[in-house]
């Protein structure tokens, strides 16, 4: 089946730094979604992306959709405790179709 | 707007015993579609619902199965557990109009932590 793989696994950065993850596939997506889970929780969702080079901002968070339509990526700026959670990218190849999940990036803030 | 919301929270069964999960969409939302969450990973696409019928399916086996209802709550339905499927299921809601690029964006209940014993 599809496979996302995103990068890092995890990270554990300062509170005020700023935050670079991706997600990579070997299949072309027509949309890209970002979610953040925490404990105990199901994932809420950040972004949505659908055109290959699109760039879109949520407060602190921007997302973009990649040009190749095999990757995207997701950039937190200053970020704060409240941050802390799993990431999730996840990619539809048509419209209506299930989202494929990634592993999920695991970000931890340091006061 | 009422989110989505799942029950019950929390479940513990005994292997070979089958389960019902359920789940309440968005308002104004059509399709329900469920995951499988195992701990430390992603979600893993189950099954969706569209009008009460499947519609789409991931590699899980035929003793998972599902039921959307007129109001478009849904039921995930779960024969001869196995330990391998204690982990958390999620159902989100989307709305999936047609031409509407952005009714496909999915949005996730609390979750089902089910536990096989």
Same mark, same amino acid.
């Given at each position: 089946?599809?496979?996302?793989?995103? %990068?890092?696994?995890?990270?554990?950065? =300062?509170?005020?730094?700023?935050?670079?993850?991706? /997600?990579?596939?070997?299949?072309?997506?027509n949309?890209? !979604?970002?979610?953040?889970?925490?404990?105990?929780?199901?994932?809420?969702? !950040?972004? $949505?992306?659908?055109?290959?080079?699109?760039?879109?901002?949520?407060? +602190?968070?921007? $997302?973009?959709?990649?040009?190749? +339509?095999?990757? %995207?990526? !997701?950039?937190?700026? $200053? %970020?704060?405790? %409240?941050?802390?959670?799993?990431?999730? /990218? $996840?990619?539809?190849?048509r419209y209506g =179709?299930?989202?494929?999940?990634?592993?999920?990036? +695991?970000?931890?803030?340091?006061? | 707007?009422?989110? @989505?919301?799942?029950?019950?929270?929390?479940?513990?069964?005994?292997?070979?015993?089958?389960?019902?999960?359920?789940?309440? #969409?968005?308002?104004?939302? &059509?399709? @329900?579609?469920?995951?499988?969450?195992?701990?430390? *990973?992603?979600?893993?696409?189950?099954?969706?619902?569209?009008?009460?019928?499947?519609?789409?399916?991931? &590699?899980?086996?035929?003793?998972?199965?599902?039921? *959307?209802?007129?109001?478009? #709550?849904?039921?995930?339905? @779960?024969?001869?557990?196995?330990?391998?499927?204690?982990?958390?299921?999620?159902?989100?809601?989307?709305?999936?109009?047609?031409?509407?690029?952005?009714?496909y964006?999915?949005?996730?209940?609390?979750?089902?932590?089910?536990? @096989?014993?």
């Amino acid at each position: 089946g599809q496979q996302l793989n995103q %990068s890092p696994q995890s990270m554990f950065i =300062q509170e005020g730094e700023d935050v670079s993850m991706n /997600c990579t596939s070997s299949s072309i997506f027509n949309t890209w !979604l970002w979610y953040k889970q925490e404990p105990g929780e199901g994932p809420v969702l !950040l972004i $949505a992306l659908y055109k290959a080079g699109e760039l879109t901002s949520n407060g +602190r968070l921007t $997302a973009q959709f990649g040009i190749t +339509r095999k990757d %995207s990526f !997701l950039n937190i700026s $200053a %970020s704060i405790p %409240s941050d802390v959670g799993i990431y999730f /990218c $996840a990619g539809q190849l048509r419209y209506g =179709q299930n989202f494929v999940f990634g592993p999920g990036t +695991r970000l931890s803030v340091l006061p | 707007e009422t989110g @989505v919301t799942q029950s019950p929270t929390h479940l513990i069964k005994t292997r070979g015993q089958q389960v019902t999960l359920r789940c309440s #969409s968005q308002s104004g939302h &059509n399709t @329900v579609s469920w995951y499988q969450q195992a701990l430390g *990973q992603g979600p893993q696409f189950i099954f969706q619902y569209y009008r009460e019928e499947e519609n789409g399916r991931g &590699n899980f086996p035929p003793r998972f199965s599902g039921l *959307q209802f007129p109001n478009y #709550s849904s039921e995930l339905n @779960v024969n001869a557990l196995e330990l391998d499927d204690s982990a958390l299921y999620l159902c989100a809601s989307s709305s999936r109009a047609s031409g509407r690029l952005r009714s496909y964006e999915q949005y996730f209940g609390p979750g089902t932590r089910l536990t @096989v014993t």
